[in-house]
């Protein structure tokens, strides 16, 4: 027998956002349309028929918020029936880590704002985007133990504490920080410069570092095993 099927197939975006004095947040738009008018989801819509599922969540990102990401990593799919009440529909998600400061939001299309919310202060959100994020987090907590993500959301050049920030931020726990240093320390690719942190009080300013990001790509490829 065959199947019956009447399905439409969206894209969401998680972006995550990183700054020292805010943490981690995401970027959430407010609908201007039916279902949850007025409330707060994440960026998507449904995908073209003549349009790939990378460009449709480029395009989405773009008509919502104004900004575009190089690199969204695809995250699930969810696909549960009736979380959107209007019909079936499938999203295939994605996630990304980004500077918020670095790009200027600007709202369009089928959204009436846009903003920055920490994840720790998320409204209730449409359809089933809490549940989204929620995985999308716990995705992004996993990775980062694994693969330094977590890099270009610094200065060039940075204080050691900048980088245990990031990591606490993200994974929301504390980190034993002498064996997070030995650990991250212990590759190579996190070098130490000549050049002091500015401090605003009293103390002894440390050392800033910076990423080799050559160094790193070519460990990876000889298998390294990058893990905190």
Partial sequence: MPALQNIKVAVDAVVF????????????????????????????????????????IQRELKEETGISINYLEQLYSF???GRDPRNRVISITYYGLVKPDAFELQAATDAADVAWFNIKKLPQLAFDHNEIIRVAHERLKSKILYQPVGFELLEEKF?????????????????????FKKKITKFGFLEETDEKQA???A???GNLFRFNEEKYFR?????INFEI
């Fill in 159 to 179: 204080p050691f504490s900048e980088l245990e920030k990031l990591y606490m931020a993200v994974l929301d726990r504390p980190i034993d920080r002498r064996n």
């Fill in 199 to 201: 401090l605003n009080g």
């Fill in 79 to 81: 696909g549960k029936p």
């Fill in 219 to 223: 460990l990876t490829k000889e298998g």
């Fill in 203 to 205: 103390g002894r300013p």
């Fill in 17 to 56: 956002g990183y700054t020292s004095k805010e943490g981690l947040s995401v970027l959430l738009i407010k609908r201007n349309i039916e279902p949850f008018k007025g409330g707060w989801a994440l960026p998507g819509g449904l995908v073209g028929d003549n349009e790939s599922l990378e460009d449709a």
